[in-house]
């Protein structure tokens, strides 16, 4: 089983549409969580950490299921500008610097 | 100059050649770390170096070898390398340690490797 599984998609929406990204990691002792952002032949940039009570930054709200073990990332109101893999990320309890990529779900937003 | 800069960004390369990327940071950070991103696979930590000191080597082969000479810069070396060694290679920087956010990478533009 792979540590970190994401569906590659590519999930493809129109503009102003609703997505949801799951992720599921399979260490449970896993300490911290984050989504990031990857757009066509350029480097990944950090979209947002992954806190236990769920987060909302605009049109993003992430959610961590310990229990279940999956980190979830809804995007509102889907901008065309959206389009870009979306990287779901996680640290092991053991390690403060070996961070555990998913493969990416990739977007396209349509007009 | 400004984040984390990667040079070359484009490099090709025989089989037998040496050659080396380059990795700056201008962030005042303290962990550089050299990732490895091949089509369709998720991104592969390669060498992780905190205050210059190599804590993580995850079963690199030794034909890469890392230099970290200070905390701002990182070098990858490249020697005799394969085929399949043809990917992205990204730098990354974070500030390191154990507080919170202390892990959040900053990383380059990335330097495109192809080994004929």
């Known amino acids: 089983r792979k540590e970190v599984e994401q569906d590659p998609g590519p999930f493809n929406v129109p503009e102003g549409a609703t997505v949801a990204f799951n992720c599921t990691y399979s260490?449970?002792?896993?300490?911290?969580f984050f989504w990031y952002r990857q757009d066509c032949r350029k480097e990944p940039k950090l979209l947002m950490s992954v806190y236990s009570s769920g987060n909302e930054d605009g049109r993003f709200t992430a959610q961590l299921n310990r229990a279940s073990q999956y980190i979830s990332l809804l995007i509102r109101d889907s901008k065309l500008s959206d389009s870009a893999t979306y990287l779901c990320?996680?640290?092991?309890?053991?390690?403060?610097?070996?961070?555990?990529f998913g493969s990416g779900t990739r977007l396209l937003v349509r007009p | 100059e400004t984040g984390v800069t990667q040079t070359p960004r484009h490099l090709v390369m025989g089989m037998t050649n040496k050659k080396s990327l380059k990795c700056e940071q201008h962030l005042g950070h303290n962990a550089m770390y050299w990732y490895k991103q091949s089509a369709k696979k998720p991104l592969e930590l390669m060498f992780v170096y905190n205050f210059k000191e190599q804590t993580e080597n995850n079963s690199v082969p030794s034909r890469f070898s890392p230099e970290c000479p200070n905390s701002s810069h990182l070098f990858l070396h490249l020697h005799t390398l394969q085929p399949e060694d043809s990917a992205l290679y990204l730098c990354?920087?974070?500030?390191?340690?154990?507080?919170?956010?202390?892990?959040?990478?900053?990383f380059g533009a990335g330097s495109r490797l192809t080994v004929l």
């Open positions: 990354a920087s974070s500030q390191g340690g154990s507080i919170s956010g202390a892990n959040v990478l900053t």
């Open positions: 990320v996680v640290l092991p309890m053991d390690s403060s610097y070996k961070l555990i």
């Open positions: 260490n449970s002792a896993s300490q911290s």
